[in-house]
């Protein structure tokens, strides 16, 4: 059965950093596209980062660009999301998600159960 689990979603300040965690279940992990959304209060589940199978190829939302850095490490079959300079507006929970690459939620088989990220300015 596959999971994956987030982790290091906290409470942070403007202008803090985060790097969250995924540690992903999936005998094909090195075969398989990884993504990360966020949903806040009240709105759609919207794309953050995508990443191909082996972290050669990379999509950002245009929120995050330049902030955020989604990486992987095959070995360790985990995925990464790297914040920096978080605003309040990225308060949202975050879920990892594994599937095909790309920025529709409906490219993606498996969702992790999300963590939270709190950004107070």
């Known amino acids: 059965q596959v999971q994956l689990v987030e982790s290091g979603g906290g409470l942070v300040q403007a202008g803090d950093s985060l790097r969250l965690s995924c540690v992903a279940s999936?005998?094909?992990?090195?075969?398989?596209?990884m993504g990360w959304f966020r949903q806040a209060p009240g709105k759609e589940r919207e794309f953050v980062a995508s990443?191909?199978?082996?972290?050669?190829?990379?999509s950002y939302a245009d929120s995050v660009k330049g902030r955020f850095t989604i990486s992987r490490d095959n070995a360790k079959n985990t995925l990464y999301l790297q914040m920096n300079s978080l605003k309040p507006e990225d308060t949202a929970v975050y879920y990892c998600?594994?599937?095909?690459?790309?920025?529709?939620?409906?490219?993606?088989?498996?969702w992790g159960q999300g963590t939270q990220v709190t950004v107070s300015s």
């Open positions: 998600t594994a599937g095909h690459m790309g920025n529709h939620p409906s490219l993606y088989n498996y």
């Open positions: 990443t191909s199978s082996l972290g050669r190829t990379t």
């Open positions: 999936i005998r094909t992990f090195s075969y398989t596209g």
